[in-house]
């Protein structure tokens, strides 16, 4: 199994442009959800998904977007892209809705100038 | 107050020594408790769960003190191999059946030669 992987580990942006950040997992994992992690702020969760077809808002949603057409993929749209998007992306999956264990993927760092 | 709270260290202590950190969470009603470990520009992955009666694995206790609202972390014979940040991390069930994740900003650990 190769987990959660991420694409892509870096990108650099300009402001106002937009992308998207790959997310797929191999192990049918009902829950997955997208952090960004910054200095001192600790993770905070963006967007998450209980499932095919069902996305909602974490505490930071704000400039992006989420979809889950399939159980094993969930990209995060950054929709124009801000410096105050500057960040360390991670996303994350879990067996249940009762996420005892998260697996986590290795990170986008994005920087937009 | 922050929902989980951690002090950020660093903690710089010998080989051999043994170390305890603790977490505070202000919601009475969270439910269930981890530890996780995140090397530096690394993903976070699970170190341990933290129940009620206390747990081992290892040289690791995790202990759990619902009444003063904290947990702990207790790093026995510490290696070189244990620098790291721990993430103390928080659940509460949602009303709409999943588990909100709150994670702390991590302790820095560096374990000296």
């Known amino acids: 199994n190769a987990g959660v992987t991420q694409t892509p580990k870096f990108q650099v942006l300009k402001t106002g442009q937009s992308m998207t950040l790959q997310c797929a997992q191999d192990?049918?994992?009902?829950?997955m959800s997208w952090y960004r992690q910054d200095p001192g702020m600790g993770l905070r969760l963006i967007h998450y998904?209980?499932?095919?077809?069902?996305?909602d808002q974490g505490e930071v949603p704000n400039g992006y977007n989420v979809s889950r057409s399939t159980t094993e993929d969930f990209p995060l749209r950054l929709l124009s892209a801000a410096p105050s998007q500057t960040s360390v992306y991670f996303c994350?999956?879990?067996?249940?809705?009762?996420?005892?264990?998260?697996?986590f993927g290795p990170g986008t760092r994005l920087l937009v100038l | 107050r922050k929902e989980v709270e951690q002090d950020p260290g660093p903690f710089n202590v010998p080989e051999g020594a043994t170390v305890a950190f603790n977490c505070t969470y202000s919601?009475?009603?969270?439910?269930?408790f981890f530890w996780y470990r995140q090397d530096c520009r690394k993903e976070p992955k699970l170190l341990m769960s933290v129940y009620s009666s206390g747990n081992e694995d290892g040289r690791f206790t995790a202990q759990l003190n619902r009444a003063s609202q904290y947990i702990s972390l207790l790093i026995r014979d510490s290696k070189l191999s244990d620098s790291a940040t721990y993430l103390c991390v928080v659940n509460m069930n949602q009303r709409r059946g999943y588990q909100k994740v709150t994670f702390g900003t991590g302790t820095k650990l560096q374990v000296i030669p």
């Open positions: 919601n009475s009603a969270s439910q269930s």
């Open positions: 998904s209980v499932g095919a077809g069902i996305t």
């Open positions: 192990m049918n994992h009902e829950y």
């Open positions: 994350a999956s879990s067996f249940g809705r009762y996420q005892e264990t998260q697996y």
